[in-house]
């Protein structure tokens, strides 16, 4: 089956009236409207990006799967063109991911997602696991884990847009801290124009920022989801090691890893064609 269309959508999403896990404390999430695009036809699958990214960071891949599937990717909130909103942490991006499903009259899904994503992807199989047909998280484990942004978040927040006339310019101002050119680039796919022509980011680089560490946290709950899980982990990367694989089956008792050898966290970017062929034969 070829690819029937490519739709942008924003969709309006609901909240309910019931507490928990809707309710966090005595705060509701905020209904939003999360930005995706849509490819393919048949049965739903949806990809989470990781922190710092987008839906487009994904539209390769889900391309290439939208031979077989509905391919859904999203913008998480607080990122690409989705709304900005203070809270920032995985439940409520659990319940984005399910209102989103809800008013798409999407029953379950195979849901993918990538380090941030990924967590996201895991609170959701716990919190529903009866909407999840097949999960696959990229590059992460559930774990505590110690940081790591800290040198992008002092350059991106010590840019000045105000002053910023080119990407060009802010390419070379953020050098200055970060020398890998292949992460300035993705960084820098998130600057944007605002009516008035000045530079501002698409993500909400402050919240982000303040909510750091719930990003880094573990996913909140005890529950288990005991559906067919896959964990990929790129060979150089070190967020997915054997002991925090072991405590994360805890949850996923029916997960099983896969590594591509040689390439790090961004496994999606530097082996596309290893992963998609893990990724056909796990989802089918």
């Not at 969709?11 to 507490?19: I, M, N, S, V």
């Not at 049965?43 to 889900?62: K, V």
């Not at 591509?260 to 034969?281: C, D, Q, R, T």
Request: net charge negative; glycine share 8%.
């Amino acid at each position: 089956m070829g690819v029937g269309y490519s739709k942008f959508k924003t969709l309006k999403l609901t909240t309910f009236d019931f507490k928990s896990p809707c309710e966090l404390g005595a705060k509701k999430i905020t209904p939003m409207e999360l930005n995706f695009k849509e490819f393919g036809q048949g049965d739903p699958l949806i990809i989470l990006h990781g922190l710092f990214g987008t839906s487009d960071n994904w539209q390769t891949i889900a391309k290439q799967l939208a031979e077989n599937y509905s391919v859904y990717i999203i913008d998480l909130r607080n990122h690409g063109r989705s709304p900005h909103d203070d809270e920032f942490n995985y439940k409520v991006m659990a319940e984005d991911l399910k209102n989103f499903m809800e008013s798409n009259w999407m029953y379950s899904a195979r849901i993918l997602g990538h380090s941030m994503g990924g967590k996201t992807a895991m609170q959701f199989a716990t919190d529903y696991p009866d909407m999840v047909e097949k999960l696959v998280i990229v590059d992460i484990a559930n774990e505590n884990y110690k940081g790591g942004h800290e040198v992008i978040f002092d350059a991106l927040l010590s840019l000045d847009l105000e002053k910023t006339e080119s990407r060009k310019e802010a390419d070379t101002f953020l050098q200055t801290q970060i020398e890998d050119v292949g992460v300035r680039q993705f960084l820098l796919k998130n600057l944007t124009r605002s009516k008035d022509g000045k530079y501002v980011w698409k993500m909400n680089l402050p919240i982000i920022h303040q909510n750091y560490q719930a990003i880094l946290s573990k996913i909140e709950g005890e529950e288990t989801y005991e559906g067919a899980t896959l964990f990929v982990k790129g060979g150089l990367s070190k967020y997915i090691t054997e002991a925090n694989f072991e405590t994360t089956k805890h949850f996923f008792p029916n997960a099983k890893l896969e590594t591509i050898e040689n390439v790090g966290h961004w496994v999606h970017a530097e082996a596309p064609k290893k992963l998609l062929k893990i990724l056909e034969k796990f989802l089918e």
